[in-house]
């Protein structure tokens, strides 16, 4: 199985992982049963976006606009960063 996300994949978070704010630190963890990662700015604004209706291209498409950013260059980041929790099972994806 690859863990690379198609332009029209619908990633979403599944049951049991949700993003929390960090009380102690500051910012957005990413909780899931037994585990949790903590969120830099971009982890947050990346899965703020997450919702499961909105497809893999719609999403880099948002963050591109919002940071006026190359769109290319959000794509490669965005792919990596989900292909990582994808592979922890921190994400799911449908089609």
């Given amino acids: 199985m690859t863990l690379a996300l198609a332009p029209g994949d619908r990633p979403y978070l599944p049951r049991g992982v949700r993003m929390r704010p960090d009380h102690v630190r500051g910012g ?6 037994e585990k949790a990662v ?11 976006r ?3 209706q909105a497809s893999f291209a719609e999403i ?3 963050l591109a606009a919002t940071y006026s950013a190359p769109r ?6 965005v ?3 989900l292909q990582g ?11």
């Avoid at 957005?28 to 049963?33: E, F, I, M, R, Y």
């Avoid at 290319?72 to 980041?77: F, L, N, R, T, V």
């Avoid at 929790?85 to 089609?95: D, E, I, Q, T």
């Fill in 79 to 81: 792919q990596t960063f």
């Fill in 72 to 77: 290319a260059q959000i794509e490669g980041d």
């Fill in 28 to 33: 957005q963890v990413l909780l899931a049963p």
């Fill in 50 to 52: 997450v919702n499961g």
């Fill in 38 to 48: 903590a969120l830099d700015p971009i982890g947050e604004a990346i899965l703020s």
């Fill in 60 to 62: 880099v498409d948002d």
């Fill in 85 to 95: 929790l994808r592979a922890r099972v921190f994400l799911m994806v449908r089609p």
